[in-house]
């Protein structure tokens, strides 16, 4: 990325992976790297959150090559905007490829490669449900259990903010409170 000038990386959410079908010029934020140092040098949030909107051929990226459908006007995901206005001031986006795995039907798990064509991640979706969902957690173990590892295993460093459900329930009912007033 610092050789070519790049300031973000990741995969398309839209035409790459089969079950991402929304905007093909934004980012699916599973997997997103950013130069720091750049956007925080343009960053306003204000400008950010009012670049949710595309305008037609405003983007010149080619899309026919995409093996999924898209849609170029989508606004879908509400993190579109930091996207758009990262290319809206100019900052490259390399766009990484993706494939499903072939070796295994969850029909939701994707390869994801460098430029060269070499294999950097394996995303599994629902990393978040692992050892809390039955379903999930036995279709990821597939998934591990077809990696070969050799003697590069390391300790994962496992960050978890323990206030995460309780804040989830408090915004819930919160949203809940504001409806309500709002329907007064």
């Known amino acids: ?13 839209g035409g790459v992976i089969n079950h991402r079908n929304k905007n093909p010029y934004s980012i699916n934020t599973f997997f997103s790297i950013l130069n720091f140092d750049e956007v925080l040098k343009l960053y306003n949030k204000k400008k950010i959150l009012s670049s949710q ?14 093996p999924f459908k898209f849609d170029q006007s989508s606004l879908y995901e509400p993190y579109y905007c930091f996207y758009f206005w990262l290319r809206r001031k100019g ?28 294999l950097f991640l394996i995303h ?21 259990d077809k990696i070969d590892f050799g003697e590069n295993i390391v300790e994962p460093i496992i960050f978890k903010d323990r206030l995460f459900r309780i804040n989830k329930e408090v915004r819930k009912v919160f949203k809940k409170i504001i409806i309500k007033l709002e329907k007064l």
């Open 91 to 118: 900052m490259k986006i390399l766009f990484l490829n993706s494939k499903m795995r072939d070796d295994i039907d969850d029909k939701i798990s994707n390869e994801v490669f460098l430029p060269d064509g070499s």
């Open 124 to 144: 599994t979706w629902y990393a978040r449900a692992y050892g809390n969902n039955k379903k999930h957690t036995e279709r990821i173990d597939l998934i591990l």
């Open 53 to 66: 909107y595309i305008q037609e051929n405003e983007f010149n990226d080619e899309l026919d090559l995409l």
């Open 1 to 13: 990325m610092e050789n070519h000038n790049y300031s973000v990386a990741g995969i398309r959410d």
